[in-house]
């Protein structure tokens, strides 16, 4: 992809190819992935049974592998490499992966048994992977690691050197969004600060991630540059009606996903707002 | 049941009984479907550790077994049969049985060993159960099987030999819904399209039914019809809400579910369409 | 805490120290639990795998163990453990004790071997662990045992038996509310009949109460009484919305979260109710 992206024509390609999307995903945000899927235009499928998983993941477009879901380890990694088998792109989200040893094995072992299209995680989770050391408590990423227009260069840096050593693309979402595959580099500059006060923000980028990659196995970085601006653009919209209607966290996460369905591909190329790097 | 259904009598004694329903349901939609059975007027509790369901069901009016958490497969069966052998109607959902082998080896062992009081399933999970072969991606209906006026008849003697040979009143839900107990048939014309796009439409009408069936577990067809009515009638409330005020799907499952709580017998009579077979 | 309690004060604490919240709790509601944490001002994480749960606790400033989630026992164990070590507050929600023996025999062990800061649960829950006897079928309390004015002397008298008997603040929430240590004693009279109508309102509260007690470990008392009273002056705004607007369930659930996000000290102290005993 040297041309300009084609982030419009990426929904499009969505919506008319309507894949299945296969998420192993926690049980905290599911709910929110499966519905902001539909709402994106895809099917999800929730299956984890390690005996089911891959037959599942043979019959859908594209994997979705959340470390949220650290206890279904071993369905991943049945999934993922049924997926890398069958050449369908496989999403890993490493939600807290510097918070355990757990998630940190469990990490290790997907990307080297697996072909992994997109790796998607905030700030402390890719420093964790690039650089192998452990940040952030919980989920969210630590705030000192939360790129900034300054750390811009560092971060893409970062996320760069994940890409170039483990061949995904790689997505580092938060205030600033690094989109890069080691070889060009977006920054993605839609979204607003209460997506951080909504769990699963971060979840249902993956998921949508998930839906663009299915649709468009081809053309990853620019799947994961639409998903990543669609979610940031929708997101926006939702922060309007919240500060129109003095509504709050809730309101906001039903408005985001509803955005997501009412989304067109001439409101996300004209509201998309992204650099090449 | 040979007279006119008596839908706002099914909704009146479902509110005066409030029968405590165990659903044994997926990670998935579990929240939304306690939600809309407590919206019904019911109770809901959602145990499913094996060394308890039985108590727990021993305790409960009605069961709903919901393919969708296969992985509790062994709780099903345990709370299942107590539910048989004290009588209590057993609902089943076979979500996505097409899909795997696991689930339609699931599906078997529960209809083999369980008095199952209804089948809820869309046209792909009906065709499975009623043909023996597996159809559907996901947990989707397949396209060409959804039931359309020109299909109806299939679609009925589909649903009729299921119900005739498992003796469970069955309920083939989609764009059109059928329902049929082997002997009568109708077919329930509320709902709309934008059920599609929400994740659990489906585990919601289960779940329904087995707060319907816990009300009125000598009238299964009749609690069956009402919970399908039910469903339709709030979502074509919901749809009218948001066809104006311009909203998606995670505001249409609130609604949905709002529309549940404000259901009275009175408009649940007076939006009904449905025809007997 | 001999003074008058600050509410206003302990919320104000919350959103300053923003502390991590550890929440091993059920599949059912584990999403608000989540979203009102936040909304609150505090993060949530539920890590709940064996291998991880200690790492997870030791970096978190409370946890909160809910026995809807009774399949992590062990989980619970471990994270109890640690966060005893470590001097963490832990909430213990009792859900559904009274209706199976493997509830009974974790909640018995759990307060064994884990110092239990606050232990919150409806009225029948309260009853089950005080008087060691079962009742309430199903995850709500009996009707017979919801405390009113004229049954308040009973169950202050019930919490703090429980209170003196395991050292730990109990909260027994209801239409009143009884908060006590088992020296002193507060009657909490703010929420409304809605709140039952809606799955997760109690697993909410013990998720508030540790967000509570992770901010203020040293005041426990202060702490739960603040969570019960700021739950239940937004869930009195959301109920005026409801009335106002027409709508049910699913949309008071989103007004309760947000109106968390949207509560300020000074509304807290305002609209508080509640008397000493």
């Known amino acids: 992809m040297e041309r300009k992206p084609d982030l419009g024509g990426a929904l499009e390609a969505l919506r008319a190819r309507a894949p299945l999307i296969h998420l192993i995903t926690n049980f905290v945000t599911v709910n929110d992935c499966a519905n902001i899927v539909l709402a994106a235009g895809a099917a999800p499928t929730m299956a984890r049974h390690p005996e089911e998983v891959e037959e599942i993941t043979a019959s859908a477009q594209a994997l979705v592998c959340n470390l949220g879901a650290v206890e279904h380890g071993e369905s991943m990694r049945l999934a993922g490499r049924k997926a890398s088998l069958l050449g369908r792109p496989v999403v890993l989200d490493p939600v807290a992966v510097g918070a355990s040893g757990v998630r940190r094995k469990l990490v ?36 000192g690691d939360l790129v900034t227009e300054r750390g811009l260069g560092r971060a893409a840096e970062l996320a760069g050197g994940l890409a170039r050593c483990t061949g995904a693309v790689v997505v580092l979402s938060g205030p600033l969004d690094v989109v890069t595959d080691g070889r060009r580099a977006f920054v993605g500059r839609n979204g607003c600060a209460e997506m951080a006060r909504v769990t699963g923000s971060g979840c249902m980028l993956s998921a949508l991630t998930g839906a663009f990659c299915g649709a468009l196995p081809e053309r990853r970085l620019e799947a994961a540059l639409a998903a990543v ?49």
């Open 229 to 277: 601006t669609a979610l940031g653009v929708s997101g926006e919209r939702a922060d309007r009606h919240r500060c129109a209607g003095g509504t709050g966290n809730a309101t906001f996460r039903n408005d985001l996903i509803d955005g997501m369905e009412l989304l067109t591909p001439d409101i996300l190329e004209r509201e998309a707002r992204y650099d090449a790097l």
């Open 108 to 143: 290790a072992r997907l990307l080297e048994e697996v072909e992994v299209a997109v790796i998607r995680g905030n700030a402390s989770e890719i420093r964790a992977l690039a650089l192998g050391v452990g940040a952030g408590s919980g989920v969210d990423a630590a705030p």
